[in-house]
């Protein structure tokens, strides 16, 4: 596991309200189907920018980008994010 | 015609009178006679689930508007009320304000109170920590409700009446509810004419995050409009259909008879919109709309509207 990929369940285990799932999601697991909410998913995309000390474009606020830990991944790398957490 | 047209001819024709902010009218006793109509007409069609009828006031608790979810989801539709609760001095500075034009809002303090955001959220409070029945809960209530939106378009009001039937209960007991009064809804609004579409809908979510609130609505299809041509060409939404998952039962903590998170679902109308959209496809005389149409509202057996003499 990449650090990045660390990060992200960090930031749905503390605001995904997801219960116990989180340690055993795969990847590539739809969240919104592990019953990730509408309004979990904003504050998690909120987290997300905290952690990773980005802000995502508007055009990437959409629910496809936060549907799985892989796109989530995918979206935190292109913005330019390559190393893990420095 | 457009929607200006249509306002133009609305107040010519006096059937509303401009209040004096846009959105904002008075109404002609033959429009609320329509109204009424409309209020009768529904409630008949509601009678099989011998629903528990509530009015509410226009004004209702802090507790219930953050409860609704609004506050976050579309604080530039809210409406909140201030009012003064200065000492003497204050007071003496307020009214120096005031007669001089200067910035009295500044000396007004909040209340508990705000203005009504929608008719089936003053509901929900009511059964705060309950366990519902096995059958589940079935209301039918109306309010005054605001939003802030000021527009010239008449469709878009401030202040309007919102009519809804709500079920409280169990996930499977919503979607059920909830597809019935869709049925329900397009039978009783075709049946007076107007021209319908039913399209799967998303609320006007605001700032960051509007867009993954908005898919999350519609991939779940969690609402559908019923839309009519209300001031234009243009068709818009008279009526919802609404299935609220377990926002309400997590938030008031109400569960069902076996113990899970109390589900809900609501069927509103919009009164006034209804009534408008009436205006636009029958014309601004009463007297004149279809036969059939005046039949279903019971219009002209004065029933409805008691005039002063
Ligand atoms: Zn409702």
Redesign the pocket.
Not at chain 2, 118 to 121: I, Q
């Given at each position: 596991m990449t650090d990045i990929d660390a990060a992200i369940r960090q930031v749905l285990e503390v605001h995904g309200r997801l219960g116990a799932v989180v340690a055993s999601l795969k990847n590539d697991d739809d969240l919104y189907q592990k019953g990730l909410s509408s309004h979990a998913c904003v504050n998690v995309m909120l987290a997300i920018e905290d952690a990773f000390e980005i802000e995502i474009p508007e055009a990437f606020l959409t629910r496809a980008t936060f549907r799985t830990i892989d796109s989530i991944r995918e979206t935190v790398e292109s913005l330019g994010l390559t190393n893990g957490l420095g | 015609m457009n929607s200006n047209d249509f306002r133009n001819q609305l107040l010519e024709a006096g059937v509303l009178v401009d209040a004096g902010s846009p959105g904002l009218y008075h109404r002609s006793a033959d429009y609320e006679s329509v109204v009424r109509a409309l209020e009768s007409y529904v409630r008949e069609a509601g009678r099989d689930d011998n629903p528990q009828r509530l009015f509410f006031a226009p004004v209702i608790n802090l507790e219930t508007l953050m409860g609704s979810g609004y506050v976050g989801s579309f604080p530039n539709l809210i409406g909140t009320i201030d009012s003064f609760d200065g000492d003497m001095k204050k007071l003496g500075e307020f009214r120096e304000r005031v007669d001089s034009g200067g910035e009295w809002f500044e000396l007004m303090s909040h209340t508990d109170v705000a203005l009504c955001s929608?008719?089936?959220?003053s509901v929900y409070p009511m059964y705060k920590g309950a366990t519902l029945p096995i059958e589940g809960l079935y209301f039918e209530v109306q309010a005054n409700c605001f939003r802030h939106e000021p527009s010239m378009d008449p469709a878009r009001l401030q202040s309007f009446r919102m009519h809804?039937f709500?079920y409280l209960g169990n996930p499977d007991g919503a979607l059920e509810f909830r597809e019935r009064w869709i049925a329900k809804g397009q039978q009783l609004l075709g049946d007076l004419g107007l021209v319908l579409d039913l399209v799967p809908a998303n609320d006007p979510f605001f700032g960051r995050g509007a867009q993954i609130m908005a898919q999350g609505q519609l991939e779940k299809e969690l609402k559908f409009e019923i839309t009519a041509t209300i001031s234009s060409d243009t068709p818009g939404a008279i009526s919802s259909g609404?299935y609220h998952e377990d926002h309400f039962g997590v938030t008031f903590s109400m569960s069902t008879h076996d113990g899970h998170v109390a589900h809900s679902a609501?069927f509103?109308f919009g009164l006034d919109r209804i009534t408008l959209a009436l205006y636009y496809a029958h014309g601004f005389q009463l007297e004149e709309w279809p036969d059939e149409v005046r039949e279903r509202l019971a219009l002209g057996q004065s029933s409805h509207f008691i005039e002063p003499t």
């Open positions: - | 929608a008719a089936c959220h809804e709500v609404n609501c509103a």
